[in-house]
């Protein structure tokens, strides 16, 4: 049996002398370290209020990491500059932020590597820039475009790397609020749909959905859909 190095027949290299380590050298490479993966993720959890598996994904490639950072802080900024938020830079963040940052995550993770992967393209080759993707989310977290405008719009951004604010006016996608506007169009489809309406007001509430529809198609798609939902019900009662 062996039990120690001379067992072995370990022995010194001639040529080379011993290597001594100090701690005060590993403190010195340690602080050259960037962040690891790891840590990274740990922090992107606590900083983001993102879930595990959405901390992974995001830190598994550093560029897709520095582009959520990037965009993170230009929503920060943008949210701190509303005249309309009270209160002191972290309370607003604590309040509004997590929200964000989960939005800020699934338009990156869901749609930008669809878009990716449809077009066979790496993340370093995106046309949006983390500027350009902050103003876009802060844009649907303000209702200025629905869900499915949204789609669009990102669709555009990717193909031509143009500033969101620009693609809504051109292609008129806004999202419209004006409740004057809405309650005509409510109107003319209460109007025309007698039968659904008299079968609503008996008790048959999921034919909403449909009066709901008319009112969007009339609209292609851009009213407000809780302000539409709250006036079909509003004009139902009366």
Not at 48 to 67: E, G, I, M, Q, W
Not at 115 to 142: C, G, M, R, W, Y
Not at 157 to 170: K, L, N, R, T
């Amino acid at each position: 049996s062996k039990e120690v190095a001379a067992d072995y027949r370990y022995f010194p290299e001639p040529d080379i002398p011993p290597l001594r380590i100090t701690q005060e050298q590993l403190d010195r490479i340690a602080a050259r370290l960037p962040e690891l993966p790891m840590q990274r993720r740990d922090r992107f959890r606590e900083e983001y209020f993102l879930s595990y598996y959405d901390a992974k994904v995001l830190t598994t490639d550093p560029r897709v990491a520095d582009y959520y950072e990037e965009t993170v802080s230009e929503l920060r900024s943008w949210l701190n500059s509303l005249d309309t938020t009270e209160g002191s830079d972290t309370e607003v963040w604590e309040r509004e932020g997590a929200k964000l940052c989960r939005q800020a995550c699934n338009w990156i993770t869901t749609e930008l590597f669809g878009q990716l992967t449809k077009a066979k393209l790496t993340f370093d080759q995106i046309k949006i820039t983390p500027e350009n993707l902050a103003e876009f989310i802060s844009l649907v977290h303000q209702n200025r475009v629905n869900s499915s405008a949204a789609q669009t719009v990102l669709r555009h951004m990717f193909e031509h790397g143009s500033d969101p604010s620009q693609v809504i006016a051109e292609l008129d996608l806004e999202q419209v609020h004006d409740a004057d506007q809405l309650g005509k169009i409510c109107d003319e489809v209460i109007a025309s749909n007698p039968k659904i309406v008299t079968d609503y007001q008996a008790g048959k509430e999921r034919l909403l959905m449909y009066l709901i529809g008319q009112v969007m198609k009339q609209m292609k798609g851009k009213a407000n859909p809780e302000m539409v939902t709250s006036l079909l019900r509003s004009k139902l009662k009366s």
